[in-house]
């Protein structure tokens, strides 16, 4: 048998690396595959120091890249799709979150990045814990080369991107989260430059016709939802002698980086009977920007501002009021690459901001988790945001559309 | 039939096989009647030169009916050689004991057994 004289044998280990930088892939999966390289045990072993090297934690699956936590790590083209910046941490070994920290594996840049997650072992997240960015990103995707288990809850939820003229521009893009083929029965998943549609325009309410405000649409090709309608309100129950006539503006449509956020809501009570501009409520910024402001001139009442990046501006009759400010949030971005086997009995999500008043909910986000072991891990969900109520009588909001929830087998 | 008496045999004479690991539980060593395979040592190389690959190894002395491991699911690194059994560990296989080995991929591992066979007939 081989044996080396005078040397230790530990040189025969090396450990794995992490290439960041700029990238330019086929896909995103190809992405995190080439993101880390693993370490390598060459020579001759026999069972007595392979027992050694297993006790100690030192054989071949231990050979990873040395941890490095959120980081800045260049930009990243995707099938010659320009996705802009990412971040990312690469955890070289299980993950047990029982303590949930944001600064383990986000950076505080918000919208105008992605952040990637690599996890060389098992990841679990613990019961009560909730796996968020604090800021918005325009997308997080975690790369788990072990297992995966989920008791708690890893979110999304209104951490859309606003990459409008407002936030941090960047033109909606396809993204392609895998080589193009059938995975579960869906061919070429992706997620697409648009999502659902926002809601339109309420129509014009007037006397006592309040008219709440039109539901985003929903999309399941892998994209996030629209943004609900503003809702417009004259105040249905009350005397029908009153003149009063507005109008709530319309949600805006999803993209590969948000759901769509919400109109905003209008109100009226008196006003001479025609419909003028401070009595109609804005459209929700595309984009992911934010949401619609209320109508400003609120006769009598106070009008809702849409959900967004930020809420849109609430009014009172008075003037600008935020405590009726719509919700902060969009639908986020979210995809999940489990190597072995996904469990739990938490949740995944990527939903919506809900809807304040006659302000439109904004829309769910997307969430794709591509499972190659066994799959008995939580459902994800990409709700849009709720009807939260307090409008002026049948004036509420519109809903938030369904964002795209999905796991995925791949081989 | 019997097992053979050590003391009586009649001839001793080395063996090695050698093949590649598959996915499928293969008998590498099945002994003969009035036989006895004295393995002296096996040592199983990863030829992929990429990916750790694991490999089991379990004996039967009831003619199949049960396997035991001497290994089992061990990962041998790309390019690495692991020595399972060598003298400070060697066995006795009996007429009708068998030797077992699997892979988890077809072919980036190859085995090398080798020993005496012990005859008494």
Redesign the interface.
């Known amino acids: ?1 081989v044996r080396l004289i005078g040397k230790n044998k530990s040189v ?1 280990k090396s450990a794995g690396s992490v290439s960041a930088g700029n990238k330019s892939v086929s896909d995103l999966l190809t992405l995190f595959e080439g993101l880390a390289t ?1 370490g ?8 007595n120091e ?1 027992y050694n090297s297993v006790l100690n934690s030192d ?3 231990d ?1 990873t890249a040395s941890t490095a936590r959120a980081q800045s790590g260049g930009t990243m083209t995707v099938n010659s799709v320009d996705l802009q910046s990412y971040d990312y941490t690469y955890i070289g070994g299980n993950e047990n979150i029982t303590s949930f920290s944001n600064g383990n594996y986000f950076t505080s840049t918000e919208d105008s990045r992605s952040a990637l997650i690599y996890v060389d072992g098992d990841l679990t997240i613990a019961s009560g814990q909730t796996f968020i960015p604090s800021n918005r990103k325009l997308f997080t995707a975690i790369y788990v080369k072990g297992n995966l288990d989920v008791d708690g809850t890893i979110s999304m939820s209104s951490r859309g991107a606003n990459h409008s003229p407002s936030g941090s521009p960047h033109p909606n893009s396809r993204i392609q989260i895998i080589a193009d083929g059938t995975y579960s029965s869906v061919p070429n998943p992706h997620i697409p430059a648009g999502g659902g549609s926002g809601g339109a325009v309420s129509t014009q309410a007037y006397s006592q016709s309040d008219q709440a405000g039109n539901d985003g649409a929903a999309n399941t090709a892998g994209g996030t939802g629209g943004g609900g309608g503003g809702g417009a309100g004259v105040g249905g129950n009350n005397n029908s002698s009153y003149s009063g006539t507005c109008k709530g503006g319309a949600g805006a449509q999803g993209t590969s980086f948000s759901g769509g956020p919400g109109g905003g809501g209008a109100t009226d009570l008196t006003s001479p009977g025609t419909l003028n501009a401070d009595r109609t409520g804005s459209n929700g910024v595309d984009k992911g920007g934010a949401g619609g402001a209320a109508c400003t001139q609120p006769s009598h009442y106070h009008a809702h501002g849409g959900s967004g990046n930020p809420g849109g501006q609430g009014h009172g009759a008075p003037g600008a009021d935020p405590s009726q400010n719509g919700n902060a949030g969009t639908g986020g971005v979210l995809i999940i690459y489990v190597e072995g086997n996904y469990t739990g009995s938490g949740d995944v999500e990527a939903k919506g901001a809900g809807g304040n008043g006659e302000g439109g909910a904004s829309g769910g986000g997307t969430v794709t988790i591509f499972v190659k072991g066994t799959d008995s891990g939580p459902t994800p969900s990409a709700a849009g945001g709720a009807a939260l109520g307090s409008a002026i009588d049948g004036a509420t909001g519109g809903v938030g559309g369904a964002g795209t929830a999905r796991k995925l087998a791949y081989t | 039939m019997a097992t053979p008496n050590l003391v009586n045999v009649t001839s001793i004479t080395p063996f090695t096989i050698a093949g590649a690991v598959t996915t499928s539980n293969v008998d590498i060593i099945d002994v003969a009647a009035d036989k006895t395979r004295k393995v002296n040592s096996i040592i199983v190389s990863n030829v992929d030169g990429s990916s750790s690959a694991t490999v089991s190894i379990s004996v039967s002395v009831d003619n199949g009916s049960n396997y035991y491991h001497l290994a089992k699911t061990v990962a041998v690194p790309a390019d690495a050689t692991l020595v399972v059994l060598d003298k400070n560990s060697q066995i006795y296989l009996d007429e009708t004991d068998l030797l077992r080995i699997v892979g988890s991929a077809n072919n980036d591992l190859e085995y090398v057994v080798s020993g005496e066979i012990l005859d008494d007939a």
Do not use: F
């Open positions: 048998m025969l693993a390598s045990i060459t020579g001759v072993w026999n069972m392979l054989w071949i699956d050979q």
